[in-house]
């Protein structure tokens, strides 16, 4: 059984349709015994931290999900679900996620609030551009390392984001690949049978169903 985590703050419906596209079919759950039972485990979400994890905590999903990656079930988070797998976040107050892997939640980090960015249509680079938070729309995908999770996915792709908050992990060895927005992010993410993904594969079209595909063959 391929579970998806319905948790009260979830994507459910997107992100179900992209798995009918690729053939799939996927199992909303919402109980810990139904979780116990899945093969694979894809945690949704939009929204706020803290609200993602009270949601799992008032299903009692949280230890159970801890119990299932322990044991070697493959999990991969999405947007907010991604989040969610790292020790802690700092939106709305110091949260603690499900500690999955290494690693802060913080609002993206403006390095350089006056990026200079090429404009489509040959504009003059001098032009100045205010980058807005949140960060909204297609980006590139850098990849920093091989995965299974990226198999046949070209560095330089593009992804479809919709996000005020990020992970940059101390422990570079969890990232796949990076996104820059007035600095690098990590974008994708993997450990063992753990990997994640701050965009929306379900709105990334080929790019997206592709990492959809290979999360299936991990």
């Known amino acids: 059984m391929i579970a998806l985590i319905d948790y009260g703050i979830s994507n459910l419906r997107s992100v179900q349709k992209a798995f009918a596209h690729l053939g799939v079919e996927v199992t909303l759950i919402d109980a810990p015994d139904q979780l116990a039972q899945a093969d694979r485990l894809i945690l949704p979400g939009v929204g706020a931290f803290r609200a993602g994890m ?3 905590r008032s299903r009692g999903l949280i230890e159970p999900i801890r119990s299932a990656v322990a044991k070697g079930t493959p999990l991969i988070g999405i947007c907010l679900g991604m989040q969610l797998l790292f020790e802690s976040s700092d939106e709305l107050g110091d949260t603690v996620g499900l500690g999955l892997l290494p690693g802060h939640v913080t609002r993206i980090k403006m390095q350089d609030a006056s990026s200079r960015m090429q404009e489509i249509d040959h504009a003059p680079r001098t032009t100045q551009h205010v980058l807005k938070i949140p960060h909204m729309g297609w980006n590139q995908l850098d990849l920093v390392r091989e995965h299974r999770l990226v198999t046949d996915i070209e560095s330089g792709a593009y992804a479809y984001f919709v996000h005020s908050y990020a992970v940059y992990p101390e422990q570079r060895d969890i990232v796949i690949a990076t996104t820059e927005y007035g600095g690098p992010f990590a974008s994708i993410v993997g ?9 929306h594969p379900e709105k990334s079209q080929a790019v997206g169903l592709k990492l959809l595909e290979n999360f299936l063959t991990l």
Not at 191 to 199: A, M, S
């Open 54 to 56: 009270d949601g799992l």
């Open 191 to 199: 450990r063992g049978n753990i990997c994640g993904l701050q965009f």
